[in-house]
Nanobody, 121 residues
């Protein structure tokens, strides 16, 4: 199983970045996909989530209206489009895959290695 993030970097306040996460080794379309972030000295927090069926999304209040999560099941890829970036968005961004199988009573969770996003002038 692999989740490989890319697209991070240094951007000025107000700028944009698009993160990508390519998945392999599991049935991507069956998993909820999320982006988390962790800033220095802070806990990891959920940024955005997209469901496996229907594509419904959820966002942290701090990024609503600025970030958009999307997925391409044909490419086993989830994206995070980040606009109007702020210095407080600076963090390592992690891709997460999660599947809960209620009947089997199992939860499968996978994490990527993370990609650094730095917002500074």
């Amino acid at each position: 199983v692999q989740l490989v993030e890319s697209g991070g970097g240094l951007v000025q306040p107000g700028g944009s970045l698009r993160l990508s996460c390519v998945a392999s080794g599991f049935t991507f379309s069956s998993y909820f996909m999320s982006w988390y972030r962790q800033a220095p000295g802070k806990e990891r927090e959920l940024v955005a989530l997209i469901r496996s069926v229907g594509g419904r999304t959820n966002y942290a209040d701090s990024v609503k209206g600025r970030f958009t999560i999307s997925r391409d099941n044909a490419k086993n890829t989830v994206y995070l489009q980040m606009n109007s970036l702020k210095p407080e968005d600076t963090a390592v961004y992690y891709c997460n895959a999660r599947r809960i199988q209620v009947v089997a009573g199992t939860v499968d969770v996978y994490w990527g290695q993370g990609t650094q996003v730095t917002v500074a002038s």
